[in-house]
């Protein structure tokens, strides 16, 4: 009697980034043709080959349909009334921190993502992106004295154009999928990361993306490259206000790995996850997707998506290179009635590559969980192995979960493993526990941690207390 | 029966409790008072409603209580949450304790330890003053230390998940324990463990409720009080004698007991 409730209760957590910064943008109109784009464009300066790469986009995105394979229900997404461009008014130059808006200084302030000098995280630099631009990245001289670049990827159009030139598009095209290709249309943002030959970045660097207006979509463009026997480990993290409406995120996340290097990728999603009805959210259709070219590179996601009315990812690894590693380890909880179709491929193409897949999914109220995963091991990937676990939590009996694992393999000298299971947290744990004197709150959320802990390990440090915080909130009800 | 007056003032009193889940009526009136120092044992057959009855003391969210009152130190706690109900004192050996994956034993033992002491205002105790502790306490349920770093009872096995049961009471030192079937499906030794964990923890000061259906639990720990249930009701109360009666005569004796509407 009592607990019923509680469970509901106990996964209504007030989303506490939904504000909005009352602050002057500059918004070109709504709607999407060639005008528009060539309009971006003009906007950042742009050279004519990134044009020509958007304009060839967009041909390709008009030819395309919206996908409709994932087990996601939604209202048609109507493109034509979404604005493309959105930037907080700032001085046509900034050249230091001193001269960027108080207001969106003060809003990551609040994201708990200082960015003054006085107070900025110490051992991460940060590259802070309000709607379309970047606002600011720290610690980018220190970061210069090893070779690393770490900027906006405008500020990287403008200052390393040979390397956008040569890297852009090559692991996703733009005529991957449907949201790829808006996405290298219309791309604003995003972050550039670039670690030079035989370098450890001194740092983690990290990406924080805030969606502040409610009728733009935001289109983030990140690009890592990791050269031969360099490392680097990146986070990204994201919120947005509450609005009624939904608001499009469609971002493109591409890295690549030579020889030897590794890049560890690891995300805290937490856009607006529309209300107790369903009204508003984030729709979060990304393409994330890593190119392991070098012999024994290595590139690992790590995600905890807990936000997004919609949540419709996959980052992979393209596993070519001898040896080369691929893992993905992924938390993804859903609440009332948010929706999530997320995993990851791995492509194996060369011989001896290994890939490792570990995803928990746990779905609260009345959402829906989807993991859906390819492993494929081509002709030519002899001696390589995947393993995959993939793991359901449900809470309550309103919640659904389901796994689509695709396995095809061309080369029968390799091997795959698949494990799966579902559990539910059940009264009868939660009564037992609680029968020790551990709070409900707390039961829920002991259950939850043990049930991620394989993921959690994964994570960098600072993140997996965020992580586990971050799940223990959205878990946390009104109770007390 | 108990009505000769005690000097201490009961540890817990059940007073013409009615409760039923879905609706459907399981418990029809029962009392039972139990003093510091007391050993009850309650027996009676399957679905009489003894775990029922044990459940509902520890505040299992499924049965509503429709009439009567628990008392426990002299205080109603009808409304009380479960984890309010451990953390002052009262113990629920669970028939068939629950799996929960993923949540370290040692850490599930910690957290629940601290709540108690917490409540006691004692100091809470980091793990590693915790595993000081704990190691002493497994002696008495003659437990590996392996059995800290495994899941909460998971891939336990029967006389595992029992012994665990007695770890956890020797733990949280409650005012009253109540033991539902703790004794079945062990073996003599590990009912010997068992056994000698709850005369550990019996003491002057503390309570004991038996549920059992065998007579050999309680040739290791003699009750004061055995009480036969049957329907929702306490239909008989004798002492220790009464246990060895019923194994000889069965339930059906009993049923001469019920008393019948007219």
């Known amino acids: 009697m009592v607990n019923k409730n509680l469970v509901k209760d106990v996964v209504k957590e007030p989303y506490k980034y939904g504000f909005v910064t009352d602050i002057e943008t500059e918004k070109i109109e709504k709607g999407l043709n060639e005008d528009i784009i060539r309009l971006i464009s003009q906007k950042k300066e742009e050279p004519k080959f990134l044009l020509d790469f958007r304009l060839k986009a967009f041909k390709k995105w008009q030819k395309m349909k919206e996908p409709d394979w994932a087990a996601l229900g939604y209202k048609k997404i109507d493109y034509q009334d979404i604005i493309y461009y959105s930037a907080p008014k700032q001085k046509e130059k900034i050249a230091s921190l001193d001269e960027v808006d108080p207001k969106l200084l003060e809003t990551f302030d609040k994201l708990g993502i200082p960015l003054t000098e006085q107070k900025k995280l110490t051992n991460v630099a940060v590259d802070a992106v309000f709607d379309s631009v970047s606002i600011a990245t720290t610690f980018r001289e220190e970061l210069a004295e090893h070779g690393v670049i770490f900027c906006s990827i405008s500020e990287a159009v403008k200052n390393h154009a040979d390397l956008i030139e040569k890297y852009l598009g090559t692991v996703v095209p733009a005529s991957d999928n449907y949201f790829a290709a808006l996405n290298s249309a219309v791309f604003s943002d995003g972050s550039f990361v670039y670690i030079p030959k035989g370098v450890t970045c001194p740092m983690d660097l990290s990406s924080y993306f805030r969606i502040n207006s409610g009728d733009s979509g935001q289109f983030e463009r990140t690009l890592i490259i990791a050269e031969e026997s360099s490392s680097v480990s990146y986070l990204e993290g994201c919120t947005a206000p509450m609005f009624d409406t939904n608001t499009l995120h469609a971002a493109v996340v591409e890295l690549i790995a030579l020889d030897d290097s590794s890049i560890k990728y690891s995300t805290v999603q937490n856009w607006y996850a529309g209300d107790e009805e369903g009204i508003g959210g984030i729709f979060n259709f990304v393409t994330k997707r890593g190119k392991c070219l070098g012999k024994r590179s290595k590139i690992s996601w790590s995600q905890v998506e807990t936000g997004s009315a919609i949540t419709w990812k996959y980052p992979s690894c393209l596993l070519l290179g001898e040896e080369s590693v691929g893992e993905f380890y992924s938390v993804a909880l859903t609440n009332n009635l948010q929706q999530a179709d997320t995993g990851t491929k791995m492509i194996h193409i060369g011989p001896k590559t290994k890939s490792t897949i570990v995803s928990k999914g746990i779905s609260a109220g009345n959402s829906k969980n989807s993991y859906r995963g390819l492993v494929k091991m081509g002709t030519k990937a002899t001696g390589s192995r995947n393993y995959s676990q993939c793991d359901s939590m449900l809470i309550g009996d309103q919640a659904s979960a389901n796994t689509f694992p695709y396995i095809k393999s061309q080369q029968p000298n390799s091997e795959i493993e698949h494990e799966a299971s579902t559990c539910r947290i059940s009264e009868e744990q939660l009564f037992y526990l609680q029968s020790r004197g551990i709070e409900f709150e707390e039961a829920v959320s002991m259950m939850v941690s043990g049930f991620c802990r394989d993921v959690f390990n994964q994570l960098p440090m600072e993140f997996a207390a965020e992580a586990d915080k971050l799940l223990a909130l959205k878990l946390e009800g009104s109770v007390g | ?262």
Not at chain 2, 5 to 27: C, G, R
Not at chain 2, 61 to 66: D, H, L, N, R, V
Not at chain 2, 97 to 119: H, Q, W, Y
Not at chain 2, 173 to 179: C, D, F, Q, S
């Open chain 2, 1 to 262: 029966m108990q009505s000769k007056m005690k000097e201490s003032h009961p540890i817990l009193e059940v007073k013409n409790l009615f409760a039923s889940t879905d609706n459907l009526p399981i418990l029809k009136g029962v009392s039972l008072t139990v003093y510091p120092g007391e050993i009850h044992a309650i027996m009676g057959r399957n679905g009489c409603g003894k775990s029922t009855l044990s459940k509902i003391i520890a505040g299992h969210p499924s049965y509503k209580i429709t009439n009567g009152d628990i008392k426990f130190l002299g205080e109603n706690i009808n409304s009380l949450e479960p984890e309010e109900r451990s953390q002052s004192g009262i113990f629920l050996g669970f028939q068939y304790p629950i799996e929960i994956p993923g949540v370290s034993n040692l850490e599930f033992l910690r957290v629940s330890t601290n709540a108690r002491r917490k409540f006691l205002n004692k100091e809470e105790l980091d793990t590693f003053d915790f595993e000081e502790l704990v190691k002493e306490k497994l002696e008495i349920v003659k437990m590996d230390q392996a059995f800290l770093s495994r899941s909460v009872n998971q891939g336990f096995s029967g006389g595992e998940k029992k012994r665990n049961e007695i770890l956890q009471m020797a733990l949280l030192e409650p005012k009253i324990a109540i033991l539902d079937e703790t004794d079945s499906g062990l073996d003599i030794d590990a009912l010997r463990i068992v056994a000698s964990g709850i005369k550990r923890i019996s003491n002057a000061q503390t309570g004991i409720i038996l549920i059992t259906h065998y007579q050999r639990l309680l040739d290791e720990i003699k009750p004061n009080y055995v009480h036969v249930m049957s329907d929702g009701q306490i239909i008989k109360t004798g002492e220790s004698d009464l246990a060895l009666e019923l194994e000889k005569k069965g339930y059906e004796w009993t049923d001469n007991f019920i008393k019948r509407p007219k």
